[in-house]
């Protein structure tokens, strides 16, 4: 079996091999769903700089020339997902100015379903973001008219979650909102997949509906009651996680790839090595890459290796929906 058959095989593209016969790889209730991915979460202008070093406290540094570029953990995970072939939707709000229309335009180019996408008045999210040589970054978020999303706009997208194969979450609308976006998923039988980003305090609820819950090591730490850090290797933090009460755990560890969990399961997940230029929405690439391939019936491992190896493809290059790659890309890689 020559190497980009087995790509072939892992990324569930069904070229036929040398003796093979080839019946279709998905489950029925896969076949059946309209969109592989519908995302509901946030949709930001990202306002990006870049600097020699940040500042410290009450410090100003000299920076790039701003740029102004489509962001937003939502419209992030959407957009990675979408170019790697999902039939991909967005339940969210942007705001009636400037960064809204582009942010829509944006968005519909990179051939996103916005029907569930709400234009309201007031400015549309914002993030900020510093850039170090590096290539780490440091964000500050502004919501905006994504702080507005309401379960009133979870409830009238029901018929886009009733029709997803998986419904993808994170935390930089209401929590109210995504609650309500995981009970209408999961009691239509979509699987929930929730990336704890940015890390807060949800109910023991919302985590037996993830499956799986993805985070990094930081945001474990914090759900586990230390945010200082707990000592423990990474399959034991995913392990630690389990026992919350989500139905599996990826915890992501950047250039290190990641580790999943569930039942007595625990795998590591090795990253790709590049040189990064920019880490901006590399999370988001891993998780809309990791929800598509769930959708189209892989098992979490395997997904979560060809997840991280789009997370490592979107660090060599800057921005976030910018950097994310095609599937032709990563057949190339």
Not at 37 to 46: E, K, L, P
Not at 124 to 131: D, E
Not at 207 to 213: R, W
Not at 279 to 305: E, I
């Amino acid at each position: 079996m020559t190497e980009s058959h087995e790509i072939l095989r892992v990324r569930g593209l069904r070229e036929s091999l040398p003796g093979e016969s080839v019946s279709s790889p998905l489950p029925e209730a896969v076949m059946s769903s309209a969109y592989d991915v519908v995302v509901v979460g946030s949709v930001n202008a990202d306002l990006v700089v870049r600097v020699d070093r940040r500042p410290a406290a009450g410090e100003t540094v000299l920076g790039s020339d701003l740029a102004t570029l489509p962001g937003g953990k939502g419209a992030n995970q959407a957009v990675a997902a979408a170019r790697l072939g999902a039939r991909t939707a967005l339940v969210g709000r942007v705001g009636a100015d400037g960064h809204g229309e582009f942010l829509r335009d944006g968005l519909d180019g990179e051939g996103v379903d916005l029907t569930g996408l709400i234009t309201i008045p007031g400015p549309s999210g914002v993030a900020l973001i510093t850039i170090d040589p590096d290539g780490d970054n440091s964000i500050i978020v502004s919501p905006g008219a994504n702080g507005r999303m309401s379960e009133a706009d979870v409830s009238a997208a029901r018929p886009l979650l009733a029709a997803a194969a998986v419904v993808s979450l994170q935390l930089e609308i209401p929590i109210s909102a995504v609650v309500a976006a995981a009970g209408l998923a999961s009691d239509a039988g979509a699987r929930v997949v929730l990336n704890l980003s940015p890390v807060a305090e949800v109910p023991p609820g919302l985590l037996a509906l993830c499956d799986p819950l993805v985070v990094n090591e930081h945001e474990a730490a914090f759900l586990l009651g230390a945010p200082d850090g707990t000592g423990l290797a990474p399959a034991d933090l995913a392990s630690a996680l389990l026992r919350l009460g989500p139905r599996s755990v990826v915890v992501t560890l950047g250039a290190e790839g990641a580790v999943v969990a569930e039942g007595a399961s625990v795998a590591v997940v090795e990253s790709p090595r590049v040189e990064a230029v920019d880490t901006t929405g590399a999370g988001d690439a891993f998780t809309g890459a990791l929800s598509w391939r769930l959708a189209v019936g892989d098992d979490l491992a395997t997904a979560a290796r060809f997840a991280a190896q789009v997370g490592a493809a979107a660090v060599r290059r800057t921005g976030a929906q910018s950097s994310y790659p095609t599937l032709e890309e990563m057949m190339k890689l």
